[in-house]
């Protein structure tokens, strides 16, 4: 196509916006000089895109009905079959809807971007399929990503398969959910302050965030750049390790992958034991003002487990900890404003895989930003209030604090291998109605949070494992390791799982 040459007066009103004033003559000026660079981009759409080729068939997509679709999990369903052979051979595996999957529908949760089909697979999804996986579907996540709890997303609330009514955790809500129930072996999630482990924690199973840029994110849908994480999420240890064996790795179309250290070595971690690691049990990670007695005793009964099983467990204190939420907070707000304002879901300013699709399909938020969620609604009103307020500026001071919370933890595992604490403070929780107000739609999107989002602004590794359960709800304990210290969470979270009868 031809791109569409502005007139004057919309020239005039971009000035403006700016604060640059023009004469009748400037602008008649900028209108001429513009036109060879109009000219250049007519130049550019008329070139063939470069993006991956696609390299596995699929068969056609369908909408489950409500028998299949029973805890409102799935988004769609379709088949996708990876190589004959490998590691993950005969895996059913779910991909979280907020990843590109080509020619199968992508929501995000949302209306955002409705319509829009994929170019391309997602390098995780590629790479899940050279494994020899099989990819079934694409479940439901929470609308944008932007919600803790499984009530958010356009398509109706996400059920626990453990007790019906009550909230699977988010935003990775239909992932969590599909491993419990048994639907897929496997799933993957993202994670900006804690979806893969809150959903792995409320419905029992096993939820990997790895190390910041550990997992290339390219292709998947980001709410901030420096908090996109995608992991895995399964039903055993050893799943989890061999898909995050399949996943991990540079793919040179990611900016979050800078640095990356040691990659792989997961499964072979499994059968080396816990004798001799040391494992600092965080304070600060229990107590909070939301704590359940319940989930706070099962981890510390767990703890005792990790020292029966040979590994050095003892208190240790972090008061910056009990900060992560303020740091994340607006790193997460202002950022994901950004994204949503300025950046049409990719931004701009780094190298790698842009898919137009996307970019085009999300920009249409602004025409229904009445139907946006209320977690939506409220970061972007907040986002955008405090950096009008203060052009960035706060949001600059917590990208330096979170360099400061990593550094506290660095410290930390220099005497001790790995962290433990509460995944989450709570079990799961009913889900809210219909009508619900906003104090509880927001109170159920956030409430859980606190132990999780710090590590998304500090980047290190955690996993929530299942280490008990109370009236049928289960609890999650969490496993926090040094940057590409993935093997030693590995290693713990096995024996854990061994010994405490929790393997299926």
């Known amino acids: 196509m031809t791109i569409r040459r502005p007139d004057p007066s919309e020239l005039d009103g971009i000035a403006a916006d700016f604060g640059i004033t023009l004469s009748a003559a400037q602008l008649a000026a900028y209108h001429a000089v513009l036109q060879a660079n109009f000219d250049a981009y007519d130049q550019l759409d008329a070139l063939p895109d470069f993006l991956p080729a696609v390299r596995y068939p699929r068969k056609a997509v369908y ?19 990876g190589r004959p052979t490998g590691p993950l051979a005969g895996k059913r595996v779910a991909i979280k809807d907020n990843i590109a999957v080509a020619g199968v529908p992508m929501l995000n949760g949302t209306f955002t971007l409705d319509g829009y089909e994929p170019e391309v697979d997602a390098t995780v999804v590629t790479r899940l399929l050279d494994a020899g996986a099989t990819i079934t579907g694409k479940s439901v996540c929470e609308a944008l990503c932007f919600s803790g709890g499984s009530h958010t997303s356009a398509s109706g609330p996400v059920h626990n398969p453990r007790r019906h009514g009550y909230s699977t955790g988010g935003s990775s809500s239909g992932s969590a959910a599909l491993v419990a129930a048994g639907d897929v072996d496997m799933a993957v999630g993202s994670d900006q302050g804690g979806s893969v482990r809150i959903p792995a924690a409320y419905c029992g199973v096993y939820g990997m965030k790895p190390t910041h840029g550990l997992v290339p994110y390219t292709g998947a849908m980001p709410i901030e750049t420096t908090l996109d994480h995608l992991g895995p999420i399964t039903a055993t240890v050893r799943d989890n390790a061999l898909m995050l064996e399949a996943m991990a790795g540079v793919d040179g179309l990611d900016p979050r992958q800078a640095f990356v250290g040691q990659v792989g070595g997961y499964v072979e971690a499994l059968s080396r034991g816990v004798a ?95 139907e946006l969620p209320d977690t939506v609604k409220t970061t972007l009103i907040l986002g955008e209030y405090i950096n009008r307020q203060y052009q960035g500026s706060l949001y600059g001071k917590a990208q330096n604090l979170a360099r400061a919370l990593r ?66 709800l289960p609890i999650g304990l969490q496993l926090v390791g040094r940057y590409f210290g993935e093997g030693d969470i590995y290693r713990a979270a096995y024996a854990f799982e061994q010994s405490a009868g929790l393997a299926e």
Request: proline residues 6%; negative net charge; contains cysteine.
């Open 63 to 81: 909408q489950p009905d409500a028998d299949e679709n029973r805890l409102g999990a799935w988004q769609c369903r379709t088949l996708i079959h």
């Open 276 to 370: 001799g690691l040391r494992i600092g049990m965080l304070r600060e990670g229990f107590g909070h003002a939301n704590s359940e007695p319940e989930v706070d005793e099962a981890v510390r009964r767990a703890a005792g487990l990790f020292r029966e099983l040979g590994a050095s467990v003892q208190e240790v204190s972090l008061p910056m900890h009990s900060a992560g939420p303020a740091i994340w907070l607006a790193i997460a707000a202002e950022g994901a404003t950004q994204q949503m304002m300025k950046g049409n879901s990719h931004g701009f300013n780094w190298r790698g895989l842009y898919l137009g699709g996307m970019i085009g399909h999300h920009a249409r938020w602004r025409e229904r930003a009445d």
């Open 407 to 472: 550094a506290a933890y660095d410290e930390l595992f220099e005497e001790f291998d790995l962290l433990l604490l509460p995944t989450v403070p709570l079990r799961a929780t009913p889900l809210p109605a219909s009508d619900a107000g906003l104090e509880e739609t927001l109170g159920r999107a956030f409430e859980m949070i606190g132990n999780t989002c710090g590590f998304d602004a500090s980047g290190h590794p955690a996993m929530s494992i299942p280490c008990g359960a109370s009236d049928g």
